[in-house]
């Protein structure tokens, strides 16, 4: 028999990380809340046609496509074989072999769901979402093939107080995990103009691909890469400048005004940026003006936020689309949002040991009642009850054991307080509590007990 084991590029999580997990998606949860987002979910999986398409060639290779059920069985099966081996080798789907997948990401079937439920809604629609997606990606740190994200996105509206809003989200929930970062903000139609004003407009989205691509594999692999791509070596020599800039977000705007002066979708792009700083007073939000975001729907604004002083990619992303929801049968509703890595959070926080600074442990048990016996386990249990309805999290210890056995489980679960409970305790009505973290015991009343621990 073989070990039992688990899918690459997955996880389990034990109840500590599970605390750990939770802190953090509470902590953003609160601030989306406070900001008067609405919860909803959407299928672990999609149809097919609803994913295609929406996140370039490469991101369509990541689905992961779901065969249909019972091919095995069909009476076509050696036609079905055939079909499955003609989509192997030309790259393409079949839907006799598959009509679904798993998502890919929140947005996509965010923008299903809306155009599905536009007469349920009202716009401008504020909704978040926290639920996991799947990519077919080769694993590593910080990249797994399950994984949660964390989405806000406003739809139905074009003001630009929606990016300023998500900005300060963004912070807001940085700081309330005590993670410093860097906010990076750029503009796809600066993008666009930079593209049209080398002569290469229509390639604006090999272009994006390959820049996003910067901080991984270094401008000499990007350069190869636009090459690859058909672009000139001139209009690659162009776009240099763009990538050697250095200077604060006040000389970048500069910069590319002077650079877009041409352009009017590359003005109208360097336009918004400067609102926006106009309106947020936040320090660590910065202009990358090499900053892309590889998806093909983003229209206007893009986000990333960078972790300092960890090596690892970005912890969140997102942006403005303009026609998101048209390729779905309803056109011109513009959207903006962002997405929170939970995981590669999770790993920002445990790389910098900060787990160890917070007071995680009012998630876990507080107190364990050990069971003496049949008598003293019928008493507890009544003991036991009204804690519980008193908010205080406890256990009784389901088994006749010794003090040895239950002293492990409160070392394990890190639970600070145990109750003993014998025939003196019964009858006098005084309990006695042993504090696990020092090992001292005292003899307390039951509502003494109960305030103790509130």
């Given at each position: 028999?073989?070990?039992?084991?688990?899918?690459?590029?997955?996880?389990?999580?034990?109840?500590?990380?599970?605390?750990?997990?939770?802190?953090?998606?509470?902590?953003?949860?609160?601030?989306?809340?406070?900001?008067?987002?609405?919860?909803?979910?959407?299928?672990?999986?999609?149809?097919l046609t609803t994913l295609t398409g929406k996140y370039g060639e490469e991101g369509d290779q990541l689905l992961f496509k779901i065969l249909n059920s019972r091919i095995h069985e069909s009476k076509d099966k050696n036609i079905l074989l055939t079909e499955f081996q003609r989509s192997l080798e030309k790259s393409t789907n079949s839907e006799t072999l598959t009509e679904r997948a798993l998502r890919y990401d929140l947005t996509v079937p965010f923008a299903r769901y809306v155009v599905m439920h536009q007469n349920e809604i009202t716009f401008p629609f504020k909704r978040y979402q926290v639920q996991p997606v799947w990519r077919a990606d080769r694993p590593q740190k910080g990249r797994y093939r399950e994984f949660y994200q964390c989405d806000a996105d406003v739809i139905g509206s074009n003001s630009l107080l929606n990016e300023v809003e998500l900005i300060q989200i963004m912070d807001e929930v940085f700081e309330g995990l005590k993670i410093p970062v860097t906010i990076k903000m750029n503009n796809r139609k600066i993008l666009s103009g930079i593209a049209e004003i080398i002569g290469e407009a229509d390639k604006i989205i090999d272009i994006t691909v390959a820049i996003d691509k910067l901080d991984?594999?270094?401008?000499?692999?990007?350069?190869?890469?636009?090459?690859?791509?058909?672009?000139?070596?001139?209009a690659i020599d162009r776009i240099q400048p763009l990538i050697d800039f250095k200077g604060n977000s006040q000389?970048?705007?500069s910069f590319l005004k002077n650079l877009l002066s041409d352009s009017e979708i590359g003005l109208k792009g360097i336009s918004e940026i400067e609102e926006v700083f106009e309106m947020v007073n936040i320090t660590?939000?910065?202009?990358?003006?090499?900053?892309?975001?590889?998806?093909?729907?983003?229209?206007?604004?893009i986000f990333e936020v960078k972790a300092k002083n960890v090596q690892i990619g970005s912890i969140t992303g997102g942006?403005?689309?303009d026609d998101l929801t048209g390729i779905f049968g309803l056109p011109g509703v513009s959207g903006v949002g962002i997405s929170f890595g939970i995981d590669r959070i999770y790993d920002v926080l445990e790389e910098l040991n900060m787990f160890e600074t917070l007071d995680l442990k009012q998630a876990g048990t507080q107190v364990l009642f050990v069971n003496f016996g049949k008598v003293e386990e019928k008493y507890c249990l009544s003991l036991v009850n009204k804690i519980r309805k008193a908010g205080i999290n406890a256990e009784l210890f389901p088994d006749a054991a010794k003090?040895?056995?239950?002293?492990?489980?409160?070392?394990?679960k890190k639970i600070p307080f145990v109750v003993l409970v014998g025939s003196e305790e019964m009858n006098s009505g005084i309990l006695t509590v042993k504090n696990m973290i020092s090992g001292e015991q005292s003899k307390l009343p039951f509502e003494q007990l109960v305030i103790a621990l509130s």
């Open positions: 028999m073989s070990k039992p084991s688990i899918p690459k590029g997955t996880r389990d999580f034990s109840p500590v990380e599970m605390v750990r997990r939770n802190y953090i998606l509470d902590t953003i949860r609160k601030v989306y809340q406070k900001y008067g987002y609405q919860q909803i979910e959407t299928p672990a999986m999609e149809n991984k594999i270094g401008a000499a692999k990007v350069k190869e890469e636009l090459l690859a791509k058909g672009l000139s070596p001139s000389e970048k705007i660590n939000l910065e202009l990358d003006i090499t900053l892309a975001r590889g998806l093909n729907y983003y229209t206007g604004a942006g403005r689309y003090m040895k056995k239950t002293d492990g489980l409160c070392r394990c």
